[in-house]
């Protein structure tokens, strides 16, 4: 049977004071959200280093079982541009091994505007760790090919499912891991069902879902959950 982990993309945010956090002190936001949760897309790795004083804090708020997905900084993605794997490669695994066992996966994003290169992608995965499972997200549409998918395949890397355009990008499955981002701030019952059911029937050993960071992420999170027993 299939591991079906949810959660929300990031979990401090002002808007939720209504919801999840109402009554809760900031400094205990993370604490309170991981009772409500098992998991959490850690975003704000993206622009900012863990460090062990961060990584620590994240370790002591949350139970044992909770897991991060962290997004891997934009320096190798964005700066960089998957430039400098022998560089951005090492940083990264050091962060990440920051939360030991709690790291569930970790998620790169690459820009709009970055066109497809199977060269600088081959090379950034060959210097990944096999040990530290990863998620891609190409936004540009040039990436959506059966050869990248087979690269990704390749180095048991998942291609990362998002419903953030129209028309949507086939829910590809190229990992023992799915890595699903679902972006609308609000869905009808219907439609959260159709996606409760896509993800159920991911043929993988364990599927990453996270919620985009509206007003209403707790709530759809809870609701998925509940469609997915």
Do not use: C
């Amino acid at each position: 049977m299939s591991t079906i982990t949810i959660g929300t993309s990031g979990w401090s945010y002002p808007e939720w004071k209504q919801s999840i956090y109402a009554g809760v002190p900031q400094r205990r936001w993370l604490e309170r959200y991981a009772e409500v949760f098992d998991a959490v897309e850690a975003n704000i790795t993206y622009r900012r280093d863990l460090d062990q004083d961060a990584a620590s804090r994240w370790l002591a708020a949350t139970p044992n079982a909770f897991r991060y997905a962290m997004k891997a900084h934009q320096r190798a993605t964005h700066f960089n541009r998957l430039k400098t794997p022998e560089v951005d490669v090492p940083a990264q695994i050091a962060q990440a091994r920051l939360l030991g066992d709690r790291l569930g996966i970790v998620f790169f994003q690459l820009p709009h505007n970055y066109l497809r290169d199977d060269g600088l992608l081959a090379a950034f995965l060959d210097t990944w760790p096999v040990d530290i499972p990863a998620a891609w997200e190409f936004l540009h549409p040039s990436w959506d090919e059966a050869g990248v998918r087979d690269l990704l395949r390749d180095h048991d890397v998942a291609w990362v499912i998002s419903d953030a355009k129209t028309p949507e990008p086939g829910w590809h499955v190229t990992s023992s891991s799915a890595y699903v981002r679902l972006r609308a701030d609000t869905y009808d019952p219907s439609v959260l069902q159709q996606r409760a059911a896509a993800i159920d029937s991911l043929d993988v050993a364990h599927s990453w879902v996270f919620v985009r960071h509206g007003v209403d992420a707790p709530g759809l999170a809870m609701s998925l959950e509940d469609l997915l027993g």
